[in-house]
């Protein structure tokens, strides 16, 4: 017989359950409160009391809404009434502002009606959640994003206004439902950039308020103060009072009110110390109201475009300085093509008249004399001229190579009488010491004996006169070594690290006895360098003399392969007398060549112009035609082209005689149907070999 179990229930199960529902609702860490028909409080669990800060002494038996006033200025209070009308009611992502202690916070809340046992609704029961921190998380994680989208469009240009115009987009989906962005222009004026707004019609008010009351700098609030001072405003409730006080006049109240903002943030744009714009958000038809961490993060915000903006700022004015150097350095090159231009056609009437002069004074030694006089210093203006448009071309990057295998013999032997006439002038002792062997190069023959008459000019030039340069060459490896030696006035140590730089030159006497440009070694180096070779330079000080030393790769022509015979130069006299016709608008440059063609034993015919160009040569076809480029009204080109369009002048050979010396001028001769281009002061030698019959088109 089983025996009866005794005192498992000492109450009664009702009491039990009533007793777990309080402890129930005393553990829960959400807040739970009840309120009777009259919206009196009826309970206030320990949850409620940490949540609003109000002990459940202070709330129990009172009003809600007489404890809690915001609950109705925010439209809490239709949840209360929702429950005490039988209706369940959910309110989500409420922010409120505890005043008990200050928090500010994002709740939400579940009503529902209590009953009585006859089934009325006795009151009602609500659920409050306090769901910052989650929101908080959630909120952080999308700021984070919002920062790295950021970074990305801010990244993708250096068009500042492009760059930024996207930034109230971004704010609006995160942060508020009107965003603007202010930004000083170039003069100091505030510039709106762009506006955005969640609604449509609050846009349009928004852009109707800046350009009826813009900001301004002077301003004691708002935007004008933000960009005045640098420092941000935060305003976490507007009130409409503060609304009214602000407006200027009924129409700016009524656009405000339409716009009602509740809550705001102004906050700068600040780089490198200096106000750069300024962003303003602004909540219009939310509950939530801007907090210290919302200023924070717009402050990062805006801290980020305003280094961005910087950034473009600084690109965009350099590249306006860039574009400047750029068309100052074509102003620059146009200026010294045309300086060629204009000084080689008296260079080129100065030199043919010289050349008559030097024919006829053949009996009489001092005019000879000082016609030479003006022969050395007409090329050496020429070379002045041609030094200043080469450094030109090599900074540019317009110099052309024409390679060629050649042994360096042949470019030194230029090079020597290039240099010649200042040798000779100055009295020094020029010595050449030529390796024995056969040293070749593939190169510009041009060029090189450019770089080696450029080397014995300057050795030249810096040596007292009578003293002594010496010019040698040798293998050394894979590399033809050329060394030009004087016992000069030497290079200081200071300046030897320099010496084919730019425009670098020793320091000089007012008398400028040396002369020069400082030119002449920066073009050395650079044609060097350009032959995949290497320049040196050095000297035991001033007084001692230097030394130059050039590098060039050393070339091994195939066994087969013989230096071609070089075009000897027209005797003195003349094969057979040529019909020539001259064309130069410079008269004494004309009358002086025409001088000298007809000493030559030729037929001349001198024209000023394109037109009697043309004319003269269809009532006489021309075996020459030498025709000056820069002709006023029809140019040289034209002329060139007409009369290759002559009929039976196929075979006239057309020599441009032109001040205009640049490869592209070269260029646009030989399209013009130039046979050949020859630059002022014209080299009188191969223009003879131009005039003899046996010298090819």
């Known amino acids: 017989m089983k025996r009866p ?410 090079a020597v009488e290039t240099a010649r006439p200042l040798v000779e002038q100055r009295r020094h002792t020029l010595a050449l010491s030529l390796a024995d062997e056969p040293l070749w190069l593939e190169a510009d023959v041009t060029r090189i004996e450019q770089v080696l008459s450029n080397l014995l000019h300057n050795a030249a030039k810096f040596t007292p006169p009578g003293g002594r340069i010496e010019l040698t060459t040798r293998r050394d490896g894979g590399e033809v070594v050329i060394a030009v030696r004087d016992n000069g006035a030497g290079i200081s140590p200071d300046l030897l690290p320099r010496i084919f730089d730019l425009f670098v030159q020793e320091e000089r006497s007012l008398d400028r006895s040396y002369g020069g440009l400082g030119i002449g070694l920066t073009l050395v180096r650079s044609l060097v360098e350009r032959h995949g070779g290497a320049v040196a330079a050095a000297s035991a000080g001033p007084g001692r003399g230097s030394e130059l030393t050039v590098r060039l790769p050393l070339h091994v022509p195939p066994a087969e392969t013989a230096e071609p015979a070089r075009e000897e130069a027209a005797a003195a006299g003349v094969a057979a007398a040529a019909h020539v016709l001259l064309v130069e608008d410079n008269l004494d440059a004309a009358e002086a060549l025409g001088e000298l063609l007809r000493m030559w034993g030729h037929t001349v015919h001198l024209a000023h112009d394109g037109a009697s160009a043309l004319e003269a040569a269809r009532r006489r076809r021309p075996d020459v035609v030498l025709l000056d480029i820069g002709l006023p009204g029809m140019d040289g080109y034209t002329v060139a082209e007409q009369l290759r369009a002559v009929p039976g002048h196929d075979g006239v050979k057309l020599v441009a005689v032109t001040g205009y010396g640049q490869e592209s001028d070269r260029q646009r001769a030989a399209l013009a149907g130039f046979d050949h281009h020859l630059v002022k002061p014209v080299d009188v030698e191969r223009l003879r070999e131009l005039l003899t019959p046996e010298t090819a088109r």
């Open 5 to 414: 179990v005794e005192g498992r229930l000492s109450v009664p199960v009702i009491d039990i359950a009533k007793g777990l529902s309080e402890a129930l609702i005393r553990s829960s860490f959400d807040g739970i409160l009840a309120f009777d028909r009259d919206f009196r409080y009826t309970i206030w669990n320990p949850a409620m009391e940490r949540i609003s800060g109000v002990p459940a002494e202070r709330a129990l038996g009172r009003v809600a809404f007489e404890v809690f006033p915001f609950l109705v200025e925010t439209g809490e209070d239709e949840a209360f009434r929702e429950a005490l009308a039988g209706r369940h009611k959910l309110t989500r992502d409420r922010v409120f502002t505890v005043p008990e202690t200050g928090h500010q916070g994002v709740f939400e809340g579940s009503y529902s009606p209590l009953r009585d046992a006859s089934g009325g609704i006795a009151g009602g029961l609500a659920v409050i959640r306090d769901v910052t921190e989650r929101r908080d998380s959630a909120e952080s994680s999308r700021r984070l994003s919002l920062l790295a989208e950021l970074g990305r469009q801010l990244s993708t240009s250096l068009d500042y206004q492009e760059m930024l115009s996207f930034l109230p987009e971004l704010m609006v989906q995160e942060l508020a439902d009107l965003a603007i962005l202010d930004v000083f222009d170039e003069d100091g004026e505030i510039r709106r950039v762009a506006v955005a707004h969640r609604d449509p019609q609050h846009r349009e008010i928004a852009e109707e308020l800046r350009r009826r009351y813009p900001p301004k700098v002077g301003a004691a609030a708002g935007m004008g103060l933000v960009l005045r001072t640098g420092e941000p405003v935060l305003v976490p409730e507007i009130m409409e009072e503060q609304i009214r006080a602000a407006a200027q006049d009924a129409h700016h109240l009524e656009l405000l009110l339409r716009l009602r903002t509740t809550s705001s943030m102004l906050v700068p744009l600040v780089g490198h110390g200096r106000v750069l714009g300024a962003l303003a958000l602004s909540i219009t038809h939310s509950e939530r109201r801007y907090g210290p961490a919302d200023l924070a993060f717009a402050e990062d915000v805006a801290q980020r475009a305003a280094l961005a903006l910087d950034n473009a700022r600084l690109y965009a004015q350099a590249q306006e300085y860039v574009r400047r150097l750029e068309a100052a350095d074509r102003r620059k090159d146009e200026f010294l093509a045309m300086l060629a231009h204009e000084l080689r056609n008296p260079l080129g009437a100065i030199a043919n008249a010289g050349h008559v002069l030097d024919r006829r004074a053949e009996g009489d030694p001092r005019t000879r004399e000082l016609v030479a006089v003006v022969g050395r210093q007409i090329r050496h203006l020429a070379r002045l001229v041609d030094d200043l448009l080469d450094v030109s071309r090599f900074s540019h990057g317009h110099i052309e190579l024409r390679k060629t295998a050649f042994e360096l013999r042949r470019a030194v032997e230029g």
